[in-house]
């Protein structure tokens, strides 16, 4: 999954994509690159980011997802977002997958809006919002906590009449959580895939690896590497990411090491 941020102000590329025409060069650089999938997001999420409006939102990524898909029929499109009505004219304008961070927390129409359009949809979990989430995150239990959530989650979807084979799961790596907090999710990621459902990741550039190494976000490349191999290796099928051609490589090689008999 490659990431495309349409967004002024995302932690590692905010700005560099924010007109459509630029959105589209980076999409088809990405599918050349090898991304099954382009996750397409409109308001930003780095920690301490507020919130923007709906309007704001729909006139970001609308016209991208059109002009993508009038490019490409093929690849599949994730709207990253936790309003239903952007959800929705997301969908209609071409994306098929709904990838809400929040995980139904922040629209209460959001799980009967993705159960009408019969798309996929990813649950993530974040501890607060945006704005509050990296203001000292604490858990009891940290895989205890994220796991209930998803069950509560789960069952919320499945209520509103989502099948069981459109829901995956994401345990939210840099939303609400600290740096030994995003180390232990990916150590234990085999248990939130025991749930049995897909698990997504996206460990790209984050924080959690620049504090580790001392590198900004634009030289993590060999820290989400590991991040992400580990990842595999312990369940991912899914992981979100800015550098898709170098990881795309790292996944072939794990998926490899992953399945050799």
């Known amino acids: ?32 690159d090898g991304a099954d999938i382009l996750d397409i997001g409109g308001e930003s999420s780095r920690p301490g ?17 059109k002009l993508i898909r009038r490019t490409d029929s093929v690849v599949l499109i994730s709207i990253d977002t936790t309003k239903s009505v952007v959800a929705k004219q997301a969908v209609e304008a071409g994306a098929d997958i709904v990838n809400d961070i929040s995980g139904f927390s922040l629209d209460k129409n ?7 359009l019969d798309v ?45 084979e459109k829901i995956i799961l994401d345990p939210g ?34 924080a959690f690896i620049g504090s580790m190494l001392g590198l ?15 990842g595999i290796l312990n369940g991912a099928r899914i992981v979100r990411v800015h550098d898709v051609k170098e990881m795309k490589r790292v996944v072939t090689i794990t998926e490899k090491i992953r399945t050799a008999a």
């Open 49 to 65: 980011a507020a919130p923007i409006s709906v309007k704001d939102e729909l006139n970001r990524i609308i016209p991208v997802i």
């Open 110 to 116: 959001m799980p009967s809006v993705v159960s009408s």
């Open 120 to 164: 996929p949809v990813v649950l993530m979990h974040m501890k607060g919002t945006p704005l509050t989430m990296q203001k000292k995150p604490h858990y009891d239990n940290l895989v205890g906590e994220i796991s209930s959530f998803f069950l509560s989650q789960i069952n919320i979807a499945k209520s509103a009449g989502i099948k069981t």
């Open 173 to 206: 790596i840099g939303f609400g959580k600290t740096l030994d907090h995003n180390f232990t999710i990916i150590q234990k990621l085999n248990e939130f895939c025991e749930l049995g459902y897909p698990v997504l990741i996206g460990p790209s550039r984050k």
């Open 216 to 230: 900004p976000s634009h030289d993590r490349i060999e820290g989400t590497a590991a991040a992400v191999s580990a």
């Open 1 to 32: 999954m490659g990431i495309i941020n349409v967004t002024p102000d995302s932690f590692s590329d905010g700005g560099k994509y924010f007109t459509k025409n630029s959105a589209l060069n980076h999409a088809m650089s990405l599918i050349k």
